[in-house]
T-cell receptor
């Protein structure tokens, strides 16, 4: 069975500091991993994905994520947080051999403090 | 502009009524999805369709129905059998296993 865990409901970080939003996953095959961001009362916007290749993936708005197969993790990172990064972040996984649907974590609310 | 359009943005339903949420995409994607979002629960899959005239139940399909008569359209009906329909509903589409999903702006349904 596929599943995604985002262990932190809330992450607070000071503006200019590095940020990390954690994600761990479980799939039976090779994972396809995604990060999305959601602003209030809006749909989800795609940030980045890992399908294969380099474990460090760079995405939109200066975000990056590192795929760690041994720890089954895909943490989202940014070297210097902006107040405008404050939003709800979702990690999602698709099993490479399963059906074509995404399984989402419960989300992490990031607040960047000026 | 290519994208996914959901309508209406806000919808109010009386108890016992069926309501239909619209989702249209002009991205030429084969696969389309409906998710329900509740606070603290992430997104849960209601139904998905990988091709026209075919759809599959997701994790929480009870009380919902869909159709996929056209590639561009995947409407969701919330029936009176859905006992707790108040939620934010998101439609998405994609085109292959390794591609990201594109989301609409959502419909907030409230039972009054």
């Amino acid at each position: 069975a596929q599943s995604v865990a985002q262990p932190e409901d809330q992450v607070n970080v000071a503006e200019g500091n590095p940020l990390t939003v954690k994600c761990t996953y479980s799939v039976s095959g090779n994972p396809y991993l995604f990060w999305y961001v959601q602003y209030p009362n809006r749909g989800l916007q795609f940030l980045l994905k890992y399908i294969t290749g380099d474990n460090l993936v760079k995405g939109s708005y200066g975000f990056e994520a590192e795929f760690n197969k041994s720890q089954t993790s895909f943490h989202l990172k940014k070297p210097s947080a902006l107040v405008s990064d404050s939003a709800l972040y979702f990690c999602a996984v698709r099993d490479g051999v399963g059906a074509n649907n995404l399984f989402f974590g419960t989300g992490t609310r990031l607040t960047v403090i000026p | 502009d290519g994208g996914i359009t959901q309508s209406p943005k806000y919808l109010f339903r009386k108890e016992g009524q069926n309501v239909t949420l619209s989702c249209e995409q002009n991205l030429n994607h084969d696969a389309m999805y409906w998710y329900r979002q509740d606070p603290g629960q992430g997104l849960r899959l209601i139904y998905y369709s990988q091709i026209v005239n075919d759809f599959q139940k997701g994790d929480i399909a009870e009380g919902y129905s869909v159709s996929r008569e056209k590639k561009e359209s995947f409407p969701l009906t919330v029936t009176s059998a859905q006992k707790n329909p108040t939620a934010f509903y998101l439609c998405a589409s994609n085109d292959g296993l390794n591609t990201e999903a594109f989301f609409g702006q959502g419909t907030r349904l409230t039972v009054v």
